[in-house]
């Protein structure tokens, strides 16, 4: 889509009217909000970001770079070798075999140029129509656990996107699979055509979609290298600040890279500095659910669902969709619920405000890095405590536990009494100190009422798991005095859930056990290493310390902005460009984190 040009075909002469200017090519739903350059400060500021992300171990050297690209061509290798076996055990000649092909095509962080040191590698399978998924499953998954190289090879075949899991010399990848309806499949074969999806299965589509929005992506930005630094940039933060993780309902690395990709299409030639700043300026601006799209949807009808509002009644309840841009469009953030909702857009909040304060050169790079308190912000809490008796058992076991997490989640938010339930990312182990002093187990309930014999099976319990992880969930109870709130069938229902679908895969063995208990915040040194919480308890004094200063700052820096856009008439149309992308109304609902003053509330919980 292009700028329209100057309709005037005057041919007077140069001197009686100003040359024209070239067309600007227009990315996205709606036309740049500002086309200015970079200045000096502004490629400064940027040299300073690179810097500062340099200690976080987010840039790859060449040798390392090296090794992935070494990884990927024998794994490519592999699929070649394995297309040609399997054809010729199902009886055909050798010599047409050889020709079939057979592809790897990364997606995610690593095809966008963006992923950090130690990253894993989302890569995709592609193979010719007489290749069976269940060939993939089996002599495929074989074939790779024959390799010397490859380590922690399984097979979840039942997922959304089945996908099988391994290292590859210590690099970790997530491969999936798709068979095409084609007879080969040459090495330069290009995955963006949307006529490739016809008469294929919903698996294979989905398989294909990583691979297909990833290049969508980068062909939608107007400069790669400032669209990849202002990611590597974002990314950092989300992780820091807790909110990476599509699983649990916050957003995954699609999600983030399509934000970017948005803020370079609204300012096309700013730098990757600039570019940071002004994402948090849209976003925590944006009207929620308003979507967020790269270009106008595909109008390709081969029969697969789109997100539509219009047309799919659930598809009205997202609360925070980010479109794909690949057919069939998908909102990438489904998982958002009504709390990681809220938490996103805090950080969002906060995130302009440290921004507005690196930009006026009242702060350096490194505090928007700064992880935010958790421990320090709530004084009641749930732990789940997933627990296994073997290595391999514990890790299938947390991550279906992990993908369920946001059931619970949602339980607790019909829970009238509940405005929050905040879930840390982070998946702690509990340490053998943390382990001896858990025989202490904390009361399940607001009474005293616990009996020796309840804590005795909580002790046996722990003390027959050799390894358990942990989540922690913060709560946020209404501001009512002696609440008393039962959580007893929120929790069971979740537990329920989560053993009635490891029962249907087959994956629940003995010894494989999960456990909500209510922790009070005092009760926490009882799970994690009391000095974790000591340090966030100094980093939050001091960011409270200085907090009113910033805000101040922040809404001065603001207001000066958005007035110059309102009071100019040249730049009338530059403000209704950006009303258009962005709304300064905010959701009713606004996160109080002021747990101190909350009368302290009693939950009941059982499991």
């Known amino acids: 889509m292009f700028s329209q040009r100057n309709g005037n075909n005057n041919t007077s002469s140069p001197s009686s009217n100003p040359p024209q200017q070239a067309p600007v090519k227009q990315l996205g739903m709606t036309s740049a909000i ?6 000096q400060e502004d490629i400064q500021r940027t040299v300073d970001l690179e810097k500062s992300l340099e200690p976080f171990n987010v840039f790859e050297n060449e040798q390392e770079l090296n090794h992935r690209m070494e990884i990927l061509a024998k794994l490519n290798g592999l699929v070649k070798q394995w297309v040609k076996d399997v054809s010729i055990s199902k009886n055909m000649p050798e010599q047409m075999a050889e020709k079939l092909g057979g592809k790897i095509y990364t997606f995610g962080s690593y095809r966008l ?9 989302d890569a995709l399978c592609v193979a010719p129509r007489n290749i069976e998924r269940a060939d993939y499953f089996s002599s495929f998954f074989d074939l790779l656990k024959q390799q010397p190289e490859v380590t922690e090879c399984r097979a979840i075949e039942e997922a959304f996107v089945p996908v099988i899991k391994m290292k590859f010399d210590n690099i970790e990848i997530d491969l999936l699979f798709a068979r095409l309806a084609l007879k080969e499949i040459p090495d330069n074969f290009d995955l963006r055509d949307d006529m490739l999806l016809k008469n294929l299965d919903h698996r294979c589509v ?6 297909r929005v990833t290049d969508e992506i ?5 400069n790669i290298e400032n669209f990849r630094l202002a990611l590597r940039t974002i990314k950092l933060w989300a992780k820091k600040h807790g909110i990476y993780s599509n699983s649990l309902g916050y957003f995954g690395g699609v999600s983030w890279a399509m934000l970017v990709a948005r803020t370079c299409q609204l300012y096309p030639n700013a730098a990757a500095a600039t570019i940071v700043h002004k994402f948090f300026l849209v976003f925590s601006r944006w009207k929620w659910p308003q979507p967020v799209l790269l270009k106008q949807p595909d109008t390709v009808n081969l029969g697969f669902t789109v997100w539509d509002p219009r047309v799919t009644p659930t598809d009205r309840y997202h609360l925070m969709p980010i479109i794909t841009p690949a057919y069939p469009q998908q909102n990438s953030t489904f998982n958002v619920s009504s709390s990681t909702s809220k938490v996103i857009q805090m950080e969002f909040m906060e995130g302009m405000e440290i921004t507005d304060e690196i930009m006026l050169g009242n702060a350096g790079w490194d505090k928007l890095f700064q992880t935010p308190q958790f421990f320090t912000k709530y004084r009641h809490f ?11 058992d514990h890790l299938e076991w947390c991550g279906l536990v992990e993908s369920k997490i946001r059931i619970l989640i949602g339980n607790l938010e019909r829970n009238q009494h509940i405005q929050l339930a905040h879930v840390n990312p982070k998946c702690f182990e509990k340490t053998t100190g943390a382990a001896k002093d858990n025989k202490t187990t904390p009361q399940s309930t607001s009474s005293q009422s616990a009996t020796d014999s309840e804590k005795t099976s909580s002790e046996s319990e722990d003390s027959h798991a050799d390894f358990c992880s942990m989540w922690f969930i913060g709560l946020e109870f209404e501001r009512t005095a ?3 709130v039962d959580l007893t069938v929120s929790i069971q229902s979740f537990t329920d859930q989560v053993h009635k679908h490891a029962l249907n895969i087959k994956m629940l063995k003995e010894g494989m056990k999960i456990e909500a208990r209510h922790v009070r915040r005092k009760q926490l040194v009882q799970y ?6 000591k340090r966030e308890k100094k980093v939050s004094e001091s960011l409270n310390n200085s907090a009113a200063s910033v805000t101040q700052l922040a809404k001065k820096r603001f207001s000066a902005e958005m007035g110059q ?4 008439p040249k730049r009338a149309k530059l403000q209704e460009s950006f009303d258009s992308v962005a709304n300064d109304s905010q959701n009713d609902t606004v996160l109080d984190d002021s747990s101190q003053s909350v009368a302290s509330p009693q939950p009941q919980l059982c499991t």
């Open 565 to 568: 856009l309102t009071n100019n």
């Open 34 to 39: 500002s086309l200015a350059g970079p200045k």
């Open 206 to 211: 989905r398989s294909l979609n990583g691979c």
């Open 528 to 533: 994690i290493d009391s000095s974790y919480v």
């Open 382 to 392: 749930i732990v789940l405590l997933v627990s296994s008796t073997s290595a391999d």
């Open 218 to 222: 980068l062909r939608l930005v107007p």
């Open 113 to 121: 140029g963006v992923h950090h040191k130690g990253a894993d590698i």
């Open 482 to 484: 002696n609440l008393n």
